[in-house]
């Protein structure tokens, strides 16, 4: 039991460090070296590896047996990115009113304009429904549709694996399945880039390697510090040479990904394995972030208008400035406050909408 509970506390660490990476990027605007193309080589595989990790030894034999597992690991992030993506939706244009948002910035490669039409709406809902829509605060949402796309469809591999047992053996029937969608997947980089898609069946092997690591975890320790500063140094070096871009399925080659990936969530595991035996204030934390990833990654960009809202009084940014989504004249001690902001700012957001729906029931279940 205590070896389980350390796993479950290390694997914490090791998504809050990535989330930590996440919003040191979404915000770093430095000019001679960047940390998001440092984080970009491993954080998502880093992710989806942790969610393989945590399927576990799941035997899904049936078609019931599919869908309850698809109920309670998908709906939930489902839900919870539908309901924040409507809400940033439906409040755009008082982002607008307010210089939130402007149609001088480029969101991405996207200009955005205030709703204008009841027929706008329409669409945009539908496409948000079915996770084609993005608001600019949302820009990270990708990595909940990346992650519903790739656990239904290992799940649906191992289905297959599972029925197939009997005419050929249920491993061979899963590798296969995971190696022609990340196969594809590659392709699709060369070829036909469908956003949202083809990251997933690229993302799909590292969520199957992490189910094996799973099933080998006593004989894979990450507990080799000079291979953990190895890695750490050839990362440095691939950032120089390579680079990895998952929300367009983007990368240097396959053999760059996976080495990349790989190196990073051998670096991440070894330092939470670290983490987790010392620091006992910090490990806390840091678990508790890891524990409440999905608001970080709901809240972090809007949470960047706090700061830049203290620039602006200041002096340190103009109005115009204001709709920058990862921030403005942050190359500089502001970078701190962003990303104490980014991590610890949406926290806080998640803390009050709970703390308001436990009022809000206790007063209807009273009344």
Known sequence: MVEKNERILWLDI???????????GHCDNFTTWSIQSFSGLFFMPLFIFISGYLFKDR?????????????????????????YELVFYFLKNFFFQIGFYSSAVLYGDKIIHPVSSLGTVATDVIKIILCMGREPFCGAFWFFIALIFVTIAYAFIRFIGR?????????????????LCFILGCIMRYTVNIPRFSPSLTL???????????????????????????????????????????????FTDPIFLIVSSFLG??????????????????RDVLVYIGQNTLPIIAFHLFCFKFVMLAQLFTGYISFDQLAILNGANNNNLWYIAYVLCGVFGPLAIDWLISNSKDKIKHLLGTS
Request: aromatic share 14%; glycine share 4%.
């Open 59 to 83: 035997v899904i034999d049936s078609f019931s047996d599919l869908t309850a597992f698809l109920k309670r690991r998908v709906v939930p992030i489902y839900k919870y990115y539908l309901t």
């Open 163 to 179: 029925k197939l047992n009997n005419i050929i053996d249920e491993n061979i029937t899963v590798n296969a399945g995971v190696l």
């Open 14 to 24: 090791a998504r809050a460090i990535a989330i930590i990476l996440v919003v040191c």
């Open 204 to 250: 799909i092997l590292f969520y199957h390697l992490g189910n094996i690591y799973f099933v080998n975890r006593e004989r894979v320790n990450f507990d080799n510090g000079l291979i953990c500063l190895i890695s750490f140094i050839l990362l440095l070096i691939l950032n120089h040479y390579g680079y990895v871009s998952m929300n367009q399925n983007m």
């Open 265 to 282: 969530i051998y670096m991440v595991f070894y330092i939470s394995k670290v983490l987790d035996g010392r620091l006992d204030k910090a």
